[in-house]
């Protein structure tokens, strides 16, 4: 029996491969991390993440099916992130959900990488709506507001950088490596929050804004520098959390005011964040006691593709298929997915 759906995941710096059958049920999901090579560039080198995919494709390939006890022929359905991401990065996983799609004649699905980190949330808890999404990502930082399973509206958005590029890119400043977000997220915790940043105005109330943060850090250590005064690393670690995260959870309950929901979901890379994760739920808890915050288990906020198959099996159930001619979309914005598009 087809009941098997298998997910491709490689919009950036992980190739990765998951197997999940029609109900959800996960049996394999193996992420291959590119972290330890781009890391010595001090961030992602977009042409070297498409040579590491195509080495590493196959492998992931075979030791999913091999993880699940499970042979091409189970396959129902192949899914695949086809945007937002790396032109190239994202080509390696659709060529390769082609050969399987066209070789075992089954159903090729396109998945969108946030839509995916969204319902990543669905192995915690089944989602519910309306609903709210915070996606904060290395790419992307939105508020998503959801009426309904697949209709998305957004609130508010970054004017600038993204939450995990601004940590990336001041755990660079600081000297830390990449990725940032865990550095900061373990210095911040051995720190106070003592330095004085500045907050960004943003024209609509729901958008953040990070640029000038990071700005002001980089002006910060070179000023230091300049005049061999110390830099407090983990107090500026404390200072920079707590003003880019207070910044975000201050928009997702301000958003609650103009739409309520019945559930709260963070979503991203950055889900994994200690400080937020512990503040939303405070601030939840304090402002709507009533509305059920999910928040992913900290081996689903990277990127991987068990959302991609879980995700595929809904998808797998209204026929939202493409053909072969389907290709990449770097730039995909959420409102273009298209799978309510007919109703
Ligand atoms: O979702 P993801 O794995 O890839 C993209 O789709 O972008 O997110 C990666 C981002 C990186 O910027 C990384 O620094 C950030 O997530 N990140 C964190 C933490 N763990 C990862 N940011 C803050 N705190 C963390 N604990
Ligand atoms: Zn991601």
Avoid at 30 to 58: C, D, F
Wanted: neutral net charge.
């Amino acid at each position: 029996m087809k009941e098997y759906i298998l997910g491709i995941e490689s919009s950036c710096d992980e190739t990765s491969v998951a197997i999940c059958d029609l109900e959800g049920k996960l049996y394999a999901n193996i992420v291959s991390s590119q972290i330890a090579t781009h890391s010595k560039y001090g961030g992602v080198m977009p042409e070297m993440a498409s040579r590491l995919h195509i080495e590493n494709i196959n492998y992931v390939l075979k030791a999913a099916l091999y993880d699940a006890k499970l042979d091409f022929k189970d396959l129902a359905a192949v899914a695949v992130t086809t945007g937002p991401g790396l032109i190239g990065a994202l080509h390696v996983g659709l060529q390769a959900a082609k050969a399987l799609s066209l070789a075992l004649d089954i159903p090729l699905i396109p998945i969108h990488h946030l839509v995916a980190h969204i319902y990543a949330s669905s192995y915690e808890k089944e989602l519910r709506f309306p609903c709210l999404s915070l996606v904060v990502s290395g790419g992307h930082t939105e508020l998503v507001y959801m009426p309904k399973e697949f209709a998305f509206e957004i609130l508010g958005s970054t004017q600038d950088d993204a939450i995990g590029e601004a940590y990336d890119k001041v755990a660079r400043i600081l000297g830390l490596g990449y990725p940032g977000g865990p550095k900061i997220d373990q210095a911040a915790k051995l720190g106070k929050s003592t330095y004085k940043l500045p907050k960004p105005h943003t024209e609509n109330p729901y958008n953040v804004s990070y640029s000038g943060l990071k700005t002001y850090i980089n002006n910060l250590v070179h000023n230091a520098k300049q005049k061999g005064e110390e830099i407090r690393i983990n107090d500026l670690c404390a200072s920079f959390q707590k003003r880019a995260i207070d910044m975000l959870v201050e928009k997702l309950i301000l958003a609650l005011k103009i739409r309520p929901v019945e559930q709260i979901v963070i979503a991203g890379g950055v889900a994994a964040n200690s400080y937020l994760r512990e503040q939303v739920l405070l601030a939840v808890k304090k402002e709507y006691p009533n509305i059920e915050v999910v928040l992913p288990p900290l081996w689903f906020c990277g990127d991987n593709a068990a959302m991609v198959a879980k995700l595929g099996g809904r998808l797998y159930k209204r026929q939202f298929f493409a053909d072969l001619s389907l290709g990449v979309f770097p730039s995909w914005s959420i409102l273009d997915y298209g799978v309510l598009k007919d109703e």
